[in-house]
């Protein structure tokens, strides 16, 4: 088990079950072949993706900010 702590309060965030090596390798196929799809993506459809995603960070930001205080011990 892979554990995310606060390094302040040893307490345990989250919890990551570890992949087997052929697990890795695949997930590894996967993101290569994403990659390469990616890149004949034309740059209007990325901007498009990129706003979006933008829109959804900002909308997290305060759970993403305070889980990230965590991780680092504040």
Do not use: C, H
């Amino acid at each position: 088990m892979i554990q995310s702590k606060n390094p302040a309060t040893e307490e345990v965030l989250k919890t990551f079950e570890e992949i087997s090596e052929k697990e890795l390798e695949k997930k590894l196929a996967l993101a290569d072949k994403a990659f390469k799809a990616w890149k004949k993506t034309s740059f209007k459809e990325r901007a498009v993706m990129m706003l979006k995603l933008g829109e959804y960070l900002r909308a997290q930001a305060e759970e993403f900010s305070k889980l990230q205080m965590l991780e680092m011990g504040k």
